[in-house]
């Protein structure tokens, strides 16, 4: 199902949006869908992918309702699973990690 060029797209999402959704909007538990859009759209990742973003910052519920009518779709944990496999290596440090409070600080925290 998932091409070359396909898993290059999923590759700049898990990397480079975590990054720009922290410059634009800061550390916050949750980012809005229009918010994870705007950060997609600046970096130029294809909206067609967007559902990779959704997956990373929204919960279960929230991406079932934004994904609805999407024409390309996964489900939630098939997308978050595409998702960590290209995830950045964890950070060690006590500002980068995840925590419970703020767990899409980086993709380390995923489960």
């Not at 396909?6 to 999402?13: D, Q």
């Not at 859009?37 to 309702?65: D, M, N, V």
């Not at 390309?72 to 978050?80: C, H, K, N, P, V």
Request: with cysteine; glycine share 6%; net charge positive.
């Amino acid at each position: 199902m998932f091409g070359f060029l396909e898993n290059r797209i999923v590759k700049r999402y898990a990397r480079q949006l975590p990054g720009q959704l922290l410059r634009s909007y800061g550390s916050t538990p949750r980012y809005t869908p229009a918010q994870i859009r705007a950060a997609a759209a600046k970096l130029r990742l294809p909206e067609k992918y967007i559902c990779f973003g959704y997956a990373a910052f929204l919960s279960a519920e929230e991406y079932a309702t934004q994904t609805a009518s999407m024409p390309f779709f996964l489900e939630y944990d098939a997308a978050r699973s595409r998702l960590f496999r290209f995830a950045p290596p964890p950070i060690f440090s006590q500002s980068g990690n995840a925590t419970a409070e703020n767990p899409h600080i980086s993709l380390a925290g995923w489960d």
